[in-house]
């Protein structure tokens, strides 16, 4: 299938941008790496009246790593992200996570601020923000605003992003002191969006035990789901932090797997991630 017709727009700068998005509201859709835009447009699941391009504001291709910040711009192709060997050593889960975002032809394309605000439940990108406490700027004709992540993401494919903002940039906090990350998940075959996944960090105490531990899972829920798992940590140890996640998620079937399965998964998963995660944070309470 093809688009509906729609008008085309490709601004110079942020300021034009905005100006457009301002203007046509919720009449307009932003165009980044496209990778999930253009297929929801084919699919006739999306018929905004106007495109924003926005590939032209270089100025929005960035990552810095600054003041305890890995900061990415809207701009910012996967690939590139992936590829940033500061932004690994500050928060290495960014990379961990990004590795099994899709496959190389659409990381080169496909930009992390935007899978971001596509909210996804099943984006693995949509997890790290959340289980790492990070944030989104977002700016419109009337200034700045900064969405933190556990309020960003209102449903499926539901951001906190008005129809007359842009997304310019998403804010991850570099990897403190003693801790340490992971991620795993299970897809049917590799590059596919995961039947489920886990994001998980751990933070050690001066004697070496956990004394924060927090994992988020996609594809069990419409939003990214949180979970502190310190106290399970604290008990009989990672297994134990699996069986109490399981306890914790309700999961729907549908066609890739059923909710019991999602749940075996979630609890096979936080304790592989955990585990992932415990040993980086030895590693580094060592150095």
């Given amino acids: 299938m093809k688009p509906p017709a729609f008008a085309y727009f490709r601004p110079e700068s942020v300021a034009e941008a905005l100006a457009l998005l301002g203007t046509h509201g919720g009449d307009a859709k932003v165009l980044a790496g496209g990778q999930s835009l253009i297929p929801l447009l084919n699919l006739r699941l999306a018929t905004p009246a106007a495109l924003v391009d926005i590939n032209r504001l270089a100025e929005l291709a960035y990552v810095r790593v600054a003041d305890g910040q890995v900061v990415i711009g809207?701009?910012?192709?996967?690939?590139?992200?992936?590829?940033?060997?500061?932004?690994?050593?500050?928060?290495?889960l960014i990379r961990q996570a990004l590795r099994l975002v899709a496959h190389p032809v659409i990381r080169n394309r496909g930009?992390?601020?935007?899978?971001?605000?596509h909210a996804d439940p099943a984006g693995e990108m949509t997890a790290v923000l959340a289980v790492l406490g990070g944030s989104v700027k977002v700016a419109s004709v009337a200034g700045q605003r900064l969405v933190p992540a556990a309020s960003f993401f209102l449903g499926p494919l539901e951001p906190d992003v008005?129809?007359?903002?842009?997304?310019i940039e998403a804010i991850f906090p570099v990897l403190p002191?003693?801790?340490?990350?992971?991620?795993a998940e299970v897809s049917r075959r590799h590059g596919d969006y995961a039947i489920c996944g886990v994001a998980a960090t751990v933070t050690l105490d001066e004697i070496g035990q956990v004394s924060l531990a927090r994992a988020a899972y996609l594809?069990?829920?419409?939003?990214?789901?949180?979970?502190?798992?310190?106290?399970?940590?604290?008990?009989?140890?990672?297994?134990?932090?699996?069986?109490?996640a399981v306890?914790?998620?309700?999961p729907s079937s549908d066609i890739h797997a059923t909710a019991a399965y999602r749940r075996h998964l979630a609890g096979v998963l936080t304790a592989r991630a955990l585990?992932?995660?415990l040993a980086h944070a030895r590693e580094n309470a060592v150095v």
């Fill in 74 to 92: 809207a701009l910012a192709r996967h690939a590139d992200v992936l590829a940033d060997a500061a932004a690994a050593a500050a928060q290495p």
């Fill in 111 to 117: 930009t992390t601020v935007g899978s971001i605000v």
């Fill in 162 to 167: 008005g129809p007359d903002e842009l997304a």
């Fill in 177 to 183: 002191a003693r801790t340490g990350c992971g991620f």
């Fill in 219 to 244: 594809s069990v829920s419409g939003t990214p789901l949180v979970l502190d798992l310190t106290k399970a940590c604290a008990g009989a140890g990672i297994a134990d932090a699996g069986e109490f």
């Fill in 247 to 250: 306890t914790r998620i309700d």
């Fill in 275 to 277: 585990t992932d995660a």
